[in-house]
């Protein structure tokens, strides 16, 4: 296991070669040049519940007049927003034309272990996956991502993501704003390291293992530092953090207040008045901010303090935080000026009914119990859940449907992001703590610094052949086997 020392003189090293632990270097162009670009937006009742995407290699220019080989799904880089509607079943046809087997994991939604699209629903290079989703869960924020088995940290890297809005009317009623690309935006977060060709940089070594894969400079919506024009009122800013292992510390330069409304599986009782949010890999968050005032205002990003028992990583104590993106309110007036009182209040969480405890610890060194694999043979890390690493053969957990359980989450050697397939679930405490109210709500991404335990529900199934993960979400960790497999009957 590794000790404070090598942690200290590899985080050193980690940092000085270019790379980021806890800090994020903005890079050029720094003023805001950039119009934000709105990903296309897809509404699948409008192209009668059929909908198509293509995984590819694009080009795209990360610095101008650069363009760089990049993936995407029916585009150069990222992908169209999709949006369901609430009880609708939709035929999606999934192509694969990568030079390299991919999946594509709808994150998020509550599918049956079949269609989730995890590391067994490989789409190999040429083939087509046309998996039928039935949407039956409320109004949330998703996304969609490549999973396949030791390449996905690669594969999001290089640009395959997008969001999933999940559409079951009720925003109108409750006052939101939801005129997309107007007072609704789409805001994917993510670190690159982007060479002087404008090309990217992924590579594998141990200490990218360890701490996972980090840029050195933020891109929104796959640009640097763009400008976006909102218009005066309150404005809906649905945050992901598309990262491979980077947590965001997003504040406003202004210091103002914004309300956090939803996250990952759905809205909480009431807005949530914030002045910083924290949010880890694959975390979504709906947040409200508004712009009544005229005033542009940038939001921004601080170091990335939560390494669990090691501590924070940064250069000379550096706290500095770097711009993210520009809000520049326009002359139009936005049609929602106050902020809502209630949103949905979910059912009270009760661990009383669970019927199982279970404990899982997330173990940050060396460990296998099976021939080494992929990275875990390029890199000599292997790193696991309760001992064991990853294997797609063996079943970790039974459970059965229509169910909960409580699970216990130990995070050793830093802070870890963890994931739940195929369910939702209320975190009860953090550190022995009750979560804060903005995490109170559903969620399927906890950050985990020491120990959360958390009240996961089953409603839906996986046999054998097709079973639901539970990971860590540094996506480094999960190719090199931080990762479980479970059946739901």
């Known amino acids: 296991m590794i000790n404070r020392r090598q942690f200290a003189i590899g985080a050193a090293s980690f940092l ?9 270097v903005q890079g050029e162009p720094s ?15 409008k192209q009668g519940n059929a909908l198509k995407l293509k995984a590819a290699p694009g080009r795209h220019a990360f610095l101008k007049g650069k363009p760089a080989r990049t993936y995407g799904y029916s585009g150069p880089i990222l992908g169209p927003v999709i949006r369901l509607r609430r009880g609708a079943e939709v035929e999606m046809t999934v192509e694969n034309a990568l030079d390299s087997d991919t999946t594509v994991h709808w994150h998020g939604l509550l599918m049956p272990g079949d269609v989730d699209g995890g590391p067994h629903q490989v789409i190999k290079a040429g083939d087509t996956w046309r998996p039928r989703l039935k949407v039956t869960q ?12 030791h390449d996905t940290g690669r594969q999001i890297y290089m ?3 997008g969001l999933i809005v999940v559409d079951d009317g009720i925003d109108g009623r409750l006052g939101l704003p939801h005129t997309y690309g107007f007072d609704d935006l789409p805001i994917i977060i993510q670190d690159r390291s982007i060479d002087a060709d404008g090309s990217l940089t992924y590579e594998l070594d141990n200490l990218s293992i360890i701490y996972g894969a980090r840029g050195d400079t933020v891109v929104v919506n796959g640009v640097i530092a763009p400008r976006a024009m909102v218009p005066r009122g309150v404005v809906r800013l649905r945050l992901l953090n598309a990262a491979n292992a980077q947590n965001y510390e997003l504040r406003f330069s202004d210091r103002r207040k914004f309300h956090v409304i939803a996250s990952d599986s759905g809205f909480l009782p009431k807005p949530v008045a914030v002045n910083q949010l924290r949010i880890s890999p694959a975390e979504r968050f709906e947040i409200l901010v508004d712009f009544s005032s005229g005033k542009p205002v940038v ?3 601080g170091p990335d303090e939560v390494m669990g028992i090691f501590g924070a990583i940064s250069q000379n104590g550096a706290a500095d935080y770097v ?4 809000f520049e ?4 007036r936005g049609t929602v000026k106050t902020i809502p009182v209630h949103l949905i209040e979910p059912p009270a969480a009760d661990p009383s009914k669970a019927i199982n405890h279970r404990q899982f610890v997330l173990q940050n060194y060396m460990c296998l119990g099976r021939p080494p694999t992929g990275i875990e043979m390029e890199t000599g890390h292997a790193l696991c859940i309760n001992g064991k690493s990853h294997d797609m053969a063996r079943i970790d957990v039974e459970t059965k449907l229509e169910t909960s359980e409580v699970w216990e989450i130990v995070s050793l050697g830093m802070a870890h992001p963890f994931h739940v397939h195929g369910a939702s679930f209320r975190i009860l405490s953090l550190k022995g703590a009750p979560p804060p109210a903005h995490l109170a709500g559903w969620k ?10 958390l009240l996961v529900v089953f409603n839906q199934p996986a046999a054998r052949e097709y079973p639901f993960m539970y990971h860590c979400l540094v996506l480094e960790h999960e190719d090199a086997g931080m990762m479980g497999q479970y059946v739901c009957t």
């Open 16 to 24: 000085s070669g270019g790379l980021v632990g806890a800090r994020l």
């Open 31 to 45: 003023r805001f040049t950039t119009q934000f670009p709105l990903p296309p937006l897809i509404d699948a009742a």
């Open 138 to 149: 409320p109004a949330t924020t998703a996304w969609y991502h490549p999973h396949p088995h």
């Open 159 to 161: 640009g395959l993501a």
């Open 299 to 301: 939001l921004e990003s």
């Open 323 to 326: 711009p993210v993106m520009r």
């Open 329 to 332: 309110p326009s002359s139009k």
């Open 444 to 453: 399927d991404v906890v950050l985990v610094e020491e120990t959360a335990e």
